[in-house]
């Protein structure tokens, strides 16, 4: 069994509204209160961001807050975008990089996710770097190198020693949304190919320690099986991290997993 506290984070991308992300945080809170086996956090939108904190922090909770993406400039022209000292001002402490839609509904390139992910490490945040295949690129057979690809670029210049502030999602975009989810087979084949990158990238200790998580439509009723692979360290959780009740229920499928 692995050492690797279970991770599971909860995206609410482009959702709720200053009162629902408030009660949302509020069951969150409420539904995992005496959870201490797994490092939890949430993300919402920009907007709620100071709200979410202060009732995290109110109520004395471990929840960790999230932001979904970043600008990796620390200031200057550049319109509508965040800096990560903004973030931290409202007390983030992870965010996201290289989410799936950030790269195929925005277009962001590997390069991009790349300078994120190095400029939320400078800053001392954690990351989590997303990757994943599209259904296309599974279909084609090119699953492990579209994977492969996104690993080693979005962990170029990366070190060691940061990599212990680094998480990796694995996302099948092909699962995000579409009711479809990837087999326990299935998932743990990939999380095992990129632990083993990592492993090559910087050392096997670096790869034992590194969180690998699973990205695709966690129910859950399907929480249990797909956390409980070997490699699978946990979830980056969306639509169901709308509802406290089904997220708490993954959190305890995390906690319960081993």
């Known amino acids: 069994m692995s050492d690797r506290k279970p991770f599971v984070g909860g995206n609410w991308k482009m959702n709720t509204n200053r009162t629902t992300s408030s009660d949302l945080t509020r069951g969150v809170v409420d539904a995992i209160r005496n959870q201490t086996q797994v490092d939890v956090a949430v993300f919402p939108p920009f907007p709620y961001l100071l709200a979410v904190k202060s009732i995290l922090r109110d109520r004395g909770s471990a929840i960790k807050l999230?932001?979904?993406?970043?600008?990796?400039?620390?200031?200057?022209?550049?319109?509508?975008?965040?800096?990560?000292?903004?973030?931290?001002?409202?007390?983030?402490?992870?965010?996201?990089?290289?989410?799936?839609?950030?790269?195929?509904?925005?277009?962001?390139?590997?390069?991009?996710?790349?300078?994120?992910?190095?400029?939320?490490?400078?800053?001392?945040?954690?990351?989590?770097?997303?990757?994943?295949?599209?259904?296309?690129?599974?279909?084609?057979?090119?699953t492990d190198p579209v994977n492969q690809r996104q690993v080693r670029a979005g962990l170029a210049d990366v070190t060691a020693d940061q990599m212990e502030r680094v998480v990796i999602a694995y996302e099948p975009v092909w699962a995000?949304?579409?009711?479809?989810?990837?087999?326990?087979?299935?998932?743990?084949?990939?999380?095992?190919?990129?632990?083993?990158?990592?492993?090559?990238?910087?050392?096997?200790?670096?790869?034992?320690?590194?969180r690998v998580i699973y990205g695709g439509s966690l129910k859950p009723q399907s929480a249990k099986e797909i956390l409980s692979q070997p490699d699978v360290d946990g979830g980056l959780i969306g639509g169901a991290s709308l509802k406290a009740a089904e997220f708490a229920a993954i959190v305890q499928a995390a906690a319960t997993a081993g």
Do not use: W
Request: hydrophobic fraction near 35%; charged fraction near 30%.
């Open 66 to 142: 999230g932001a979904q993406d970043c600008y990796h400039k620390p200031d200057g022209a550049f319109t509508g975008e965040v800096s990560i000292d903004m973030l931290k001002d409202c007390g983030v402490q992870v965010v996201l990089c290289g989410h799936s839609e950030r790269r195929h509904a925005i277009g962001e390139t590997d390069e991009v996710v790349n300078q994120k992910v190095r400029a939320v490490l400078e800053a001392g945040l954690e990351c989590v770097l997303c990757v994943g295949e599209t259904l296309d690129e599974r279909e084609a057979g090119h």
């Open 176 to 210: 995000i949304g579409t009711g479809k989810t990837a087999s326990p087979e299935d998932a743990q084949d990939v999380h095992h190919k990129v632990r083993r990158l990592v492993s090559n990238l910087f050392s096997a200790s670096v790869a034992e320690r590194t």
